[in-house]
């Protein structure tokens, strides 16, 4: 991955490069994919799971952020649906980590180690439903995921193969928030940062 300095002259560089291929991006025109949705329901879910307050007593107010979440999607998860992310404890810490995992890429300054803590999405969306599909209690969870996993697999493809190609050196972080990746196009001289 190059490092914060060089990522930034090479984002200058090709600021208005034409040939700057857009690898991934969490969403086009105005809409956000699945995968990004999804990102911020699972985000919910571990901030719904890591309250204590919620082991004694939930309340009703704690899952309006996976309410609020859930309205964006096209294909909208029911209320036992949703109940259901919340039987899975474990498998939604372990995908949310490997979504922040990718965030770690995008700080500045990027914390150490963050290259190597990078866990593909795919890999961990697979692992997750395999976790859904085995508990009788997240049955209506999955069902409802299985809507969404063409376009879930497919987005999460890309956002992977940006990532390797980041981390390969080969892509850098732009966009008006630094969240894309795009493609060092052929020609564009990468310096080491001093």
């Not at 204590?52 to 979440?69: G, K, T, Y």
């Not at 795919?122 to 997750?128: D, I, M, P």
């Not at 299985?146 to 190609?165: G, S």
Request: aromatic share 10%.
């Amino acid at each position: 991955m190059l490092p914060e300095a060089t990522m930034i002259s090479v984002r200058e560089a090709c600021a208005d490069n034409p040939e700057a291929t857009c690898l991934w991006a969490s969403g086009e025109n105005y809409k956000r994919y699945e995968l990004s949705i999804f990102e911020d329901l699972i985000s919910a879910a571990f901030g719904y799971l890591n309250n204590p307050a919620n082991a004694v007593c939930p309340s009703s107010d704690h899952m309006r952020p996976l309410h609020d979440v859930a309205k964006q999607f096209r294909k909208r998860p029911s209320v036992p649906a949703l109940t259901g992310l919340l039987f899975e404890m474990l498998p939604v810490f372990d995908l949310y980590g490997a979504f922040f995992s990718y965030e770690d890429l995008m700080l500045s300054p990027r914390p150490p180690g963050a290259e190597e803590r990078w866990r593909p999405i795919k890999t961990a969306l697979l692992q997750f439903k395999a976790y859904l599909n085995k508990n009788p209690m997240a049955q209506e969870t999955a069902q409802w995921l299985d809507r969404l996993w063409p376009q879930l697999m497919a987005q999460a493809d890309r956002k992977d193969h940006a990532t390797r190609e980041m981390l390969a050196g080969r892509a850098f972080f732009g966009g008006e928030e630094l969240s894309e990746i795009f493609a060092i196009p052929e020609g564009v001289k990468i310096h080491a940062a001093a």
